[in-house]
């Protein structure tokens, strides 16, 4: 990291986990318990709205009194300091904002912003929580603007997370599964040195130069104090 000129972050839900926002696949992960089919297809959304309207609300109650943790606070001072250039985020949280990151790529959406499905229309997060109508076009059709399986990325945070990474001469890959296309591709666009930070080994030996297994905030806090 001393030596590197770009280096680049890339998150997944690990990272937000000792915030208290579960992952999916981990222990303790969503989609242990909920089939994803289930809530987070765009077909699920048309055909049982109730159910993914349920479970997006579930996930935004969990959200309201959570906080950015000592490693995303590391990651904002990081981007301060000149230490990391970017962070390209499959996390929906908003939770590296919140901390202070500003060039961010959020590649999944975020879930605190609300939308209409219908006329795009800007909804507020009350409105879907109480499930009421999108208040322009009147149709029953307010959901997060995350992505779904099924959708396309944006394609602005795409592009720009696809060319820093390209470029980054060191990729810090944290707390993901690397399980969904097509962000588990970004990691092999790096021409640098790419390392894994995860509390379990992934194993794909090959596309990583290191491998540090442990916590997110603890590996943080500890290179935090070497640099
Ligand atoms: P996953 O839940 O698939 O993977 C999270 C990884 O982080 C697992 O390997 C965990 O063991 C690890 N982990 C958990 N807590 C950790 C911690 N404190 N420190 C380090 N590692 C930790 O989450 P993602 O890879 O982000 O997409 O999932 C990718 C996408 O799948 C999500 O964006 C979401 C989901 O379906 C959509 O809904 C479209």
Redesign the pocket.
């Known amino acids: 990291m001393k030596e590197s000129n770009n280096t680049v972050v890339f998150?997944?839900?690990?990272?937000?986990?000792?915030s208290n926002i579960?992952?999916?696949?981990?222990?303790d992960?969503?989609?242990r318990k909920i089939d994803?089919k289930s809530v987070?297809t765009i077909d699920s959304f048309h055909s049982n709205y109730e159910v993914f309207r349920e479970f997006y609300s579930t996930r935004l109650k969990l959200l309201k009194n959570v906080k950015p943790h000592k490693?995303h606070y590391i990651l904002a001072d990081f981007e301060k300091r000149g230490i990391i250039k970017s962070i390209a985020t499959?996390?929906?949280s908003g939770l590296h904002s919140s901390a202070g990151n500003q060039k961010l790529y959020e590649?999944?959406g975020n879930i605190n912003v609300i939308k209409c499905e219908n006329c795009n229309a800007k909804g507020t997060l009350k409105d879907f929580l109480d499930g009421k109508s999108c208040s322009v076009c009147k149709k029953e059709e307010l959901r997060p603007a995350?992505?779904?399986?099924g959708?396309q990325l944006p394609k602005d945070a795409w592009d720009l997370a696809y060319d820093s990474i390209k470029q980054s001469e060191l990729l810090l890959v944290?707390?993901?599964?690397?399980?969904?296309y097509p962000?588990?591709q970004l990691p092999k666009l790096s021409k640098g040195k790419v390392v894994l930070?995860?509390?379990?080994d992934?194993g794909l030996d090959s596309d990583f130069d290191m491998k540090i297994i442990?916590?997110?905030?603890?590996?943080l806090e500890q290179l935090d104090s070497l640099i």
């Open positions: 998150t997944g839900a690990g990272m937000d986990t000792e579960p992952d999916f696949r981990g222990k992960g969503w989609w994803p987070a490693g499959q996390n929906v590649l999944h995350v992505v779904l399986f959708e944290i707390g993901t599964s690397l399980e969904v962000v588990n930070i995860n509390n379990e992934l442990g916590k997110a905030k603890a590996v």
